[in-house]
C-alpha cells in the first residue's frame, strides 16, 4: 500500500508539473517585451550571448537597463513605489530588500521560479541575506563577505606578516605605505552612499562595538563607536592614493590590481578579478585573509526579483519567473565559468566545482571558508535604511574630503535625519 501511494503521488506531481509546463507555454508570444533593470556585473553582461535562447523560447524580446549601483537603485525604487511598473524584474539587493518586501512590491521567489531550476542550490549565505522572515525574495547571482587582500611580494620586502588584527592591519598600511615601493598602503571606498562609503566604514563601526539603535529604538551610530570608526578610517585615507575621498569600489579595485595599493579589504567576490592576467597587473602577487580581528564581514548579495507592480497579470508573471530562474541557473553559470567568469558565483554546486577551482587559486578558496564564520548583514535592516544610508554616506564623504572636520556634529545631524526617517514607520 505505502508503495502505491509513493507511485500515486509521484504520477500526481509529474502530472501537475506538466500542466504547469503546458499552462507555461501558452504564454508564448504573449510578452512581447520583457523589460529588466541590470547592474554591470559579469552576471548580467554575460547574457548578451545567451538572451536569443530565451528570447526564442518565449517569442519576447528581454531588454535589459544597464546602470550604475546608485542610478539602478533609484530607477527600481521609483517605479515600484510610483506604480508605474515598466519593469517587470527588478535588481535587488540586501541594502533594499526590507523596503521592497515590507511594501509589497516583489513576489517570493518560489511562488515565480519553476522548481526546475532548483532554488536551493544557492549558497546558503547568499540566499540568507535575500530572505525576509523565512522567505527568500530574489535570485542572488552573486554576494558573499569581505576578505583582505595584500601584495605578498611587498609584506615580504618589508619583513612583514599577514596582519591578523586591526592593530597590526593599521601599523602594515603605515610601514607599506612609506616603503620605497610604489605603492600607497591602502585604499578604500570614500563616495557618499549606503553602498559605497557607508558600506566600508560599517565593519569598522561595528568593530569598535557599535549598534545602529538604541534600547529606545532611536539612532545611535553618532555614539563613541561611529565617531572613532569615523577618525580612523579618514587617518587610513592618508595613505591611500590622491582621489580617494570620492572613490566607489571600481576605483578601489582597478587602484590595488593596477599596482598602486598595498592592502585592500573588499568584498571577496573582487578576488579574482586580482588574477584576470589581462586586466591585472598583479596576478600571482596577491594574498587573501580573512579581515582582521575585531573586523567583521560584510555579509551581501545582488539578484533579480520579478515585480509584482510590473509582473501583474499571469503571463508577465510567469514569463519573468522564468527569466530569473534561467538567468541565475546552474547551466549559465557554467557555461560564465567556461568563459574565464569567476567572480559571479551564486550557487553551491558552482563553487564547489572543479571549473570554479581551476580558475582561482586555493588561497582565495580558503579565505572564502575562513570568512564565513565572521560574515553577517551588518547595515540597518529597515525599510527606510536606504535614505539612511545615503544621508549618512553624504555626511561620511564630507568628512572624508575635509570640506567638514567636525565628526561628532556631522554624525549627529545625519542621526537627528535618522530619527525623522524611523518615526514616520511609527
Not at 615601493?181 to 591602502?186: L, M, V
Not at 571549473?355 to 582561482?360: E, G, H, I, N, S
Request: hydrophobic share 40%; charged share 25%.
Amino acid at each position: 500500500m505505502q508503495r502505491k501511494t509513493l507511485l500515486l503521488g509521484t504520477a500526481l506531481c509529474a502530472l501537475a508539473a506538466q500542466v504547469q509546463a503546458q499552462d507555461a507555454m501558452e504564454c508564448k508570444g504573449a510578452v512581447p517585451t520583457l523589460n529588466v533593470i541590470g547592474q554591470g556585473m559579469p552576471a548580467v553582461t554575460a547574457l548578451d550571448d545567451k538572451l536569443s535562447e530565451f528570447n526564442e523560447k518565449w517569442d519576447t524580446e528581454v531588454r535589459i537597463t544597464l546602470l550604475g549601483e546608485n542610478e539602478r537603485r533609484a530607477k527600481a525604487r521609483l517605479d515600484a513605489s510610483t506604480g508605474a511598473g515598466a519593469y517587470q524584474v527588478l535588481y535587488i539587493d540586501e541594502a533594499n530588500l526590507a523596503e521592497y518586501v515590507s511594501a509589497g512590491w516583489v513576489y517570493p521567489l518560489a511562488d515565480v521560479v519553476p522548481e526546475s531550476y532548483d532554488i536551493g542550490d544557492f549558497r546558503t549565505d547568499l540566499s540568507n541575506v535575500a530572505t525576509v522572515d523565512g522567505v527568500q525574495y530574489f535570485a542572488p547571482f552573486v554576494g558573499g563577505g569581505d576578505v583582505m587582500m595584500y601584495r605578498k611580494d611587498l609584506l615580504e620586502e618589508a619583513g612583514l606578516d599577514v596582519p591578523g588584527t586591526l592593530d597590526d592591519m593599521i601599523a602594515a598600511i603605515k610601514t607599506l605605505d612609506e616603503a620605497d615601493n610604489g605603492a600607497h598602503g591602502w585604499a578604500a571606498r570614500g563616495q557618499r552612499g549606503s553602498g559605497m562609503n557607508v558600506w566600508r566604514w560599517t565593519p569598522f563601526f561595528r568593530a569598535m562595538g557599535g549598534e545602529w539603535l538604541d534600547e529606545d529604538g532611536m539612532p545611535a551610530f553618532n555614539g563613541e563607536a561611529g565617531v572613532e570608526a569615523t577618525e580612523l578610517y579618514t587617518e587610513l585615507m592618508d595613505y591611500a592614493p590622491p582621489g580617494v575621498a570620492t572613490f566607489n569600489w571600481s576605483d578601489s579595485i582597478e587602484a590595488f590590481r593596477g599596482g598602486q595599493v598595498a592592502i585592500l579589504i573588499e568584498s571577496d567576490v573582487f578576488g579574482p578579478w586580482m588574477e584576470d592576467p589581462e586586466k591585472s597587473s598583479v596576478v600571482g602577487k596577491v594574498g587573501y585573509a580573512p579581515p582582521p580581528d575585531p573586523l567583521p564581514s560584510a555579509g551581501w548579495a545582488h539578484g533579480w526579483a520579478v515585480s509584482k507592480v510590473g509582473a501583474a497579470d499571469d503571463c508577465l508573471k510567469t514569463v519573468a519567473g522564468d527569466f530569473v530562474g534561467w538567468a541565475t541557473s546552474k547551466d549559465m553559470e557554467q557555461t560564465r565559468l567556461e568563459a574565464g567568469i569567476a567572480s559571479d558565483i551564486g550557487r553551491t554546486s558552482t563553487l564547489q566545482s572543479d571549473a570554479f577551482k581551476a580558475l582561482v587559486p586555493q588561497a582565495y578558496i580558503d579565505a572564502l571558508l575562513e570568512t564565513g564564520p565572521k560574515t553577517d548583514l551588518l547595515i540597518m535592516t529597515s525599510p527606510v535604511w536606504p535614505e539612511i544610508g545615503d544621508t549618512l554616506g553624504l555626511t561620511l564623504e564630507e568628512l572624508f574630503a575635509g570640506t567638514r572636520d567636525d565628526v561628532q556634529s556631522a554624525l549627529d545631524e545625519a542621526a537627528f535625519f535618522a530619527e525623522d526617517s524611523l518615526m514616520r514607520l511609527k
